[in-house]
C-alpha cells in the first residue's frame, strides 16, 4: 500500500538535470491534476537546510521519483539524487526506497 501526502495523493519525488528545469515545471501541475503530492525543489527548498539533507528527506518519504532522464542526468545533483533513490538495493523496494520511474527528456538543448 502506498503512503500518501496530506492532499491524498501518492507522493512524488521529481528528479531532474538543470537543463531540463521546465520539463519538471510543466509536469509538476499536470500530476497535481491527476492527486499526486509533487516535490519540486525549486519550490520546496528552503535557504535554511543545506540541499543534501532536504533531497535525502525528500527522497524518503516518497511514494514515486519521476526521474527526467537527458544527458545532463550524469555528473551532476540529479546523479546523486537517483543514487540516493536507488541505493544498494538490487531492484527490492524496502521501507524509505520509493519505486523510480525513468522517463527520457527530449528537446532540451543537451537531447541528441
Not at 41 to 70: G, Y
Not at 75 to 95: H, K, M, T, Y
Request: proline share 5%.
Amino acid at each position: 500500500m502506498l503512503s500518501s501526502s496530506s492532499k491524498g495523493g501518492a507522493r512524488v519525488f521529481l528528479s531532474y538535470a538543470s537543463d531540463d528545469a521546465q520539463s519538471a515545471e510543466r509536469l509538476r501541475p499536470l500530476l497535481k491534476l491527476a492527486g499526486f503530492g509533487p516535490w519540486l525543489d525549486s519550490e520546496a527548498l528552503s535557504t535554511e537546510e543545506p540541499w543534501e539533507a532536504a533531497m535525502a528527506r525528500a527522497i524518503t518519504s516518497s511514494d514515486f521519483v519521476v526521474a527526467l532522464l537527458s544527458r545532463g542526468t550524469r555528473n551532476g545533483r540529479q546523479e546523486q539524487e537517483l543514487r540516493a533513490a536507488v541505493g544498494d538495493s538490487q531492484g527490492e523496494r524496502g521501507p524509505g526506497k520509493p519505486l523510480v520511474l525513468p522517463c527520457a527528456v527530449t528537446g532540451t538543448r543537451n537531447a541528441a
